[in-house]
């Protein structure tokens, strides 16, 4: 009858470790996708319309950074679409966009083709926007400004979102 060869108690110790490691990685990662998202919560919710004006604005504006805003709420039916716009860069303005939605898939809806800006003169569709996919998404849509714009001269402006679910019409503004 052969004789089983038992584990030596060292590889049994350093396989204890490694899953102890492995359990603390993913718990720590874990905490910090949760800080993240927790960071992401507007301060307002379920507003069709929304504005920044005033003395607020004018300082984010210099800052070269803009409040973010949503639309829309976590409910069936609906997308929650957050704007916040970057800046400009070569003469193109940044805006990323959070789309969450709970029961819909968002490759249908092209942001490119939904969405204008609006600078109370002219209006401006996207030269480009990542495609929305599943049903959590976020990317960037850019607008073509050239030298029309500086920072400095798209002191208010409003972006337009139309054609998705809920709420047919959504208009973020800056003033």
Same mark, same amino acid.
């Given at each position: 009858?052969?004789?089983?060869?038992?584990?030596?108690?060292?590889?049994?110790? !350093?396989?204890?470790?490694?899953?102890?490691?492995?359990?603390?990685?993913?718990?720590?990662?874990?905490?910090?996708?949760?800080?993240?998202?927790?960071?992401?919560?507007?301060?307002?919710?379920?507003? !069709?319309?929304?504005?920044?004006?005033?003395?607020?604005?004018?300082?984010?504006?210099?800052?070269?950074?803009?409040?973010?805003?949503? !639309?829309?709420?976590?409910?069936?039916?609906?997308?929650? *679409?957050?704007?916040?716009?970057?800046?400009?860069?070569?003469?193109?303005?940044?805006?990323?966009?959070?789309?969450?939605?709970?029961?819909?898939? *968002?490759?249908?809806? $092209?942001?490119?083709?939904?969405?204008?800006?609006?600078?109370?003169?002219?209006?401006?569709?996207?030269?480009?926007? $990542?495609?929305?996919?599943?049903?959590?998404? !976020?990317?960037?849509?850019?607008? $073509?400004?050239?030298?029309?714009?500086?920072?400095?001269? *798209?002191?208010?402006?409003?972006?337009?979102?139309?054609?998705?679910?809920?709420?047919?019409?959504?208009?973020?503004?800056?003033?």
């Amino acid at each position: 009858m052969p004789l089983e060869r038992k584990q030596p108690m060292k590889d049994r110790s !350093s396989a204890y470790i490694i899953i102890t490691a492995l359990f603390l990685m993913f718990s720590i990662l874990l905490v910090l996708q949760y800080r993240h998202m927790r960071a992401r919560v507007p301060i307002t919710e379920n507003v !069709s319309s929304q504005h920044a004006s005033g003395p607020k604005a004018v300082q984010f504006l210099k800052k070269g950074t803009y409040p973010s805003f949503v !639309s829309g709420v976590m409910e069936p039916g609906n997308i929650r *679409l957050e704007l916040s716009p970057e800046g400009f860069e070569n003469g193109v303005f940044k805006v990323r966009y959070f789309a969450n939605a709970h029961d819909l898939i *968002l490759d249908p809806y $092209d942001l490119a083709l939904l969405t204008t800006l609006d600078d109370g003169n002219l209006r401006f569709t996207p030269s480009f926007s $990542d495609k929305m996919k599943g049903h959590h998404d !976020s990317g960037l849509i850019f607008f $073509d400004l050239g030298k029309l714009h500086t920072p400095e001269s *798209l002191a208010t402006f409003s972006i337009t979102v139309r054609q998705l679910p809920k709420e047919e019409v959504r208009v973020f503004s800056w003033e």
